[in-house]
């Protein structure tokens, strides 16, 4: 599977970003589709996660509530958008396949490239 993440950018604290991830080369409903994310100089870290039908969303707790995950099977991408950002979302952001549910980077079949998000304060 080929994944393309986009829509990353600069952001003002509050402000909203879109970020989608388009899949290619595998079915992409076959996949469980998250999004992790890495800050400048930390480990990755769990965002959110999908379930293949688009019926379940899981999310890290400090994104509850700001952050939704949505998946469009039919366009194979699954989006992240987020609203009343703060500084410390700021991070590459990447989007994973996986076969079920995890929390964590090991488990996740195949990764995107990343998309930078700053949000400036």
């Known amino acids: 599977v080929q994944l393309q993440a986009c829509g990353g950018g600069l952001v003002q604290a509050g402000g909203s970003l879109r970020l989608s991830c388009a899949a290619s080369?595998?079915?992409?409903?076959?996949?469980?589709m998250n999004w992790f994310r890495q800050a400048p100089g930390k480990g990755r870290e769990f965002v959110a996660a999908i379930n293949r039908g688009g019926t379940m969303t899981y999310y890290q707790n400090s994104v509850k509530g700001r952050f939704t995950i949505s998946r469009d099977n039919a366009k194979d991408t699954v989006y992240l958008e987020m609203n009343s950002l703060k500084p410390e979302d700021t991070a590459v952001y990447y989007c994973?396949?996986?076969?079920?549910?995890?929390?964590?980077?090991?488990?996740?079949?195949?990764w995107g490239k990343g998309t930078l998000v700053t949000v400036s304060s």
């Open positions: 994973a396949t996986a076969r079920g549910i995890y929390y964590n980077d090991y488990s996740m079949d195949y």
């Open positions: 080369g595998r079915t992409f409903s076959e996949y469980v």
